[in-house]
């Protein structure tokens, strides 16, 4: 069975930071796509980055700045570390995976979440301003 499961979510003050893990069990990061999203209350999902396990990777437009993702594919883990958190940041974060995939970015859109097979439990994380 293949699992997905985000970790290192918490409670942060506004300018803090964050760094998260997206660990993966019965998948291996050889050849697939991993993408972070976030959703927030009363909002759409938000892809954040994406990274391919070739070390590809792409951000959202507004985001790069201060949130950074990398990998550590032998340990088939994805990190996304978040810098300068805001209030608006607050949201469930959750990863999920696209076998064979490539990151690009249409990775990050709605319209791309259909392609991904599998989608982790997400972590919580609060900014509080």
């Known amino acids: 069975e293949v699992q997905l499961q985000a970790f290192g979510g918490g409670m942060v003050e506004a300018g803090g930071s964050l760094r998260l893990s997206c660990a993966a069990s019965?998948?291996?990061?050889?050849?697939?796509?991993i993408t972070w999203f976030r959703q927030a209350p009363g909002k759409e999902r938000e892809g954040i980055s994406c990274i391919s396990s070739d070390g590809n990777t792409r951000y959202g437009d507004s985001l790069k700045d201060r949130f950074t993702i990398s990998s550590d594919n032998a340990k088939n883990t994805v990190y996304l570390q978040m810098n300068n958190l805001k209030a608006e940041d607050t949201a469930v974060y959750l990863c999920a995976a696209e076998v064979a995939g490539t990151c690009s970015p249409l990775s990050l859109t709605l319209y791309w979440n259909f392609k991904y097979h599998y989608w982790g439990r997400g972590t919580l994380v609060t900014v509080s301003s």
């Open positions: 019965g998948l291996t990061f050889d050849d697939v796509v």
